[in-house]
């Protein structure tokens, strides 16, 4: 199979132009071993460098329009957001018939039916996988992954800005404004706010996976938008007595009255997930007739995030560009050849934290005697439960969480305490997971 | 753009042929749209009809290696499960050069191997959304959704039938033995239970989405497996007081020491997603080294879940098969001239409960006065909270829950409250969503 290279440039270098260009390098084996495909920055095109990413050897001009000219370009990346020179520069580079990957849902959302009409007349594609949800591939689960289904609605929490002041204002009682100058301190909403909190970065999203979903062109000025402005902290409350949270939702729904788009301060029930998706993190619902509702959650912005996002559409252009290949996406993933026999870690050095619940006497000295075997085996405590002796019994169930231990380790001291006379039976063992990274 | 014929065979009619007969006849004119050309079913091989689909005119045959050989079909769709017979009528589909679907998780896990190899030489290909989570499409994000990140780990619940057990044991406080027999009357459960309790059935799975996720063959042999039968109510009870859930995880985590493959009971804190995902759902979370954790949740099983992602890869096929075509997956994910302009509902006819919080009087008769203006306009309250006044106040908040009432409707019917003398300032109101379909 011939490796051949596929050449992209990479126009803008902030926050997700600097984090593609980190993830490319970072994982340019494996990215390669995914597309079948050499994937090359072959020009970046920058205003100023980024001390977030070494360029290295790259190519760099301060004339991004050179990215959109350049014949050895075969697919534009397009991160420097807005809607000005950004149009400019997708419609000389499909123009030039290069593909285009973008980030940008102001872009998508309102010049989107005239960018898409053109790259068809040039017979290039457009992708835009990092405009909606950051990472999350919502935008292939509605293309690709739920084709077979009509979609009857979708609700989303897909700006992670106004999400943390959300979740803030309900976790700790405070107002708006007062979580709104932090989440500006901390960087996860502009100088000028306005697009994250009066919901129209949320239109722009919403209105792209609504067009997704129902097979409808881009209507950006038909979508209702009402910001969380007025959210008082009793609302955040009240709702939270009558058993709800409070999100930022962007919901489309298709009837045989019309389509609904709307972006709006809403009131869901406690027990559903999405209630409970928190912070900056992202989520979007989707009901199809067939499926019935699927979830996607995770990082809706970032310099990574993004990127992850970024990369995914290089690599499914870098799988359509290679000629030569019927079989564009490898069966799993990797080309063939590129699949690594590695080692699988024998389940007695796999390391995690453990429950373990056992019947002891309960008299002195026994629980000592217990800890106290754990102590030699490096295996520490964490909490511990000790239940009441029923009538007429003199053993007790003692129920234990520890630290992370290997299994092997957990099994000599579990033998060792099975041993003791003062415990009865067996040990009965179930491993912990953090699941948290 | 000529709109070509894609012909598909079908063998098997059990419960997700079926499914999927169905799925693709009742949404045929979207998917013909999404795929830019007519998937037609070319043959179905049975050895019985099912009277959950009516095939009408379309050929059946009662020998399914009959469609691996019939020339017209370009996809062979392998919906008859086992390694038996499934494994030759692949392996025949393959040789004749012919692209397959199969939902047939024992088949990837163990000979998906040799069957890629197989379909490669003879440069087609094989696609199995279908054999892992159902509906939800996990195995698209791993191969190309997800393909810019070094994936660390994944933990799953991937298992819908001891998911419903384990949630009905913590919701019920319920014994294994006497769930599991409720799972089977209610077909959530085969009469020989054994690969999903004890964890063979995630185990085929885990090692499909490890193998996408780390670029390694396929080794089923190599994955531990521990069931749920030996869990007892007590666990569950002192799981929960020690703020976990237990679930039947398959865990992947790839790290300088190996890969980890498992499938067995575990801990999981109360707070996470995935310990909040019950019954028959399942849920796979994934961290990627770019995109931080990402979670996919939705049916794990069943006849049109299943047939969801059966049919999503028929439509990636049917794409990848259409010439003519450069730009084989249409921007909004339909033909362009397919796109429909679908009517904007008016927000003033949008229908959803509503949240309100008023001042009022604190005095006989308001209450009912404002409740009359409600029934008037055929809105009913559903909760109603009143909050003590303050301090040498006269006025106390009021919050409602209403049932659904159009926003043109209520817009009325606030107006007349806020004109009584009774209430001051505004009505706020916060929509409310039920997001249960």
């Known amino acids: 199979m ?12 902030g926050t997700v132009g600097s984090g593609t260009f980190n993830v490319l390098s970072r994982n340019a084996e494996a990215i390669s071993a ?25 190519p760099v001009s301060r004339d991004i329009f050179e990215v959109a000219r ?4 075969q697919v534009l990346v397009e991160l420097i957001g807005g809607t000005g020179v950004a149009r400019e520069l997708v419609e000389e580079a499909l123009a030039n018939g290069k593909h285009v990957v973008t980030a940008n849902k102001a872009l998508i959302a309102e010049f989107g039916n005239e960018l898409f009409a053109l790259a068809q007349q040039n017979n290039v594609v457009i992708r835009y996988e990092a405009a909606v949800a ?3 591939p919502i935008i292939k689960a509605l293309r690709e992954g739920l084709a077979g289904n009509r979609i009857e609605w979708l609700a989303g929490i897909i700006n992670g800005t106004g999400n943390f002041i959300l979740s803030e204002m309900r976790d700790k009682g405070r107002d708006f404004a007062d979580v709104l100058a932090e989440a500006q301190a901390l960087g996860y909403a502009e100088a000028d706010p306005t697009f994250d909190v009066e919901g129209v970065d949320a239109a722009h999203k919403l209105v792209i996976l609504a067009s997704l979903a129902f097979g409808m062109p881009l209507q950006f000025s038909s979508v209702y938008t009402e910001g969380i402005t007025r959210l008082t902290p009793d609302d955040v409350e009240y709702a939270e ?20 788009l709307r972006v709006h301060p809403t009131l869901i029930p406690e027990a559903r997930l999405l209630a409970n998706v928190n912070g900056v993190k992202n989520a979007v619902l989707v009901e199809g007739d067939a499926v019935g509702p699927t979830l996607y959650y995770g990082a ?3 310099a990574e995030p993004t990127a992850s996002a970024v990369v995914a559409d290089i690599v499914d252009l870098a799988r359509e560009i290679s000629v030569g290949q019927n079989c564009r996406v490898p069966a799993l993933g990797f080309a063939a050849d590129k699949l690594r026999d590695l080692p699988i870690l024998p389940m007695q050095e796999v390391v995690t934290p453990w429950y373990l619940r056992m019947e002891a006497e309960d008299r002195p000295g026994v629980l000592s005697s217990i800890t106290a075997i754990f102590s ?10 000790q239940k009441a002796p029923a009538a007429g019994e003199t053993r007790v169930p003692l129920i234990m969480l520890t630290n992370a231990a290997a299994q092997g380790n957990m099994d000599e001291a579990v033998a060792t305490i099975e041993a003791l006379d003062s415990v009865s039976g067996e040990v009965a063992r179930i491993r912990v997971e953090a699941l948290d990274g």
Chains 1, 2 share one sequence.
């Open 2 to 13: 011939t490796s051949q290279a596929v050449k992209i440039g990479i126009c803008g270098l």
């Open 134 to 136: 950051g990472g999350i």
């Open 70 to 73: 350049d014949p050895q370009v």
């Open 376 to 385: 030699e085996h490096g295996i520490s405590i964490e909490a511990l439960i």
């Open 300 to 302: 809706g912005a970032g």
């Open 241 to 260: 007595e009558l058993g709800y949270r409070i999100k930022h939702l962007g919901v489309a729904k298709q009837s045989d009255r019309g389509v609904e």
């Open 34 to 58: 995914r597309a079948q495909a050499n994937v090359e920055i072959a020009l970046v095109g920058a205003r100023r460098d980024n001390p977030a990413c070494d360029l290295g050897d790259t």
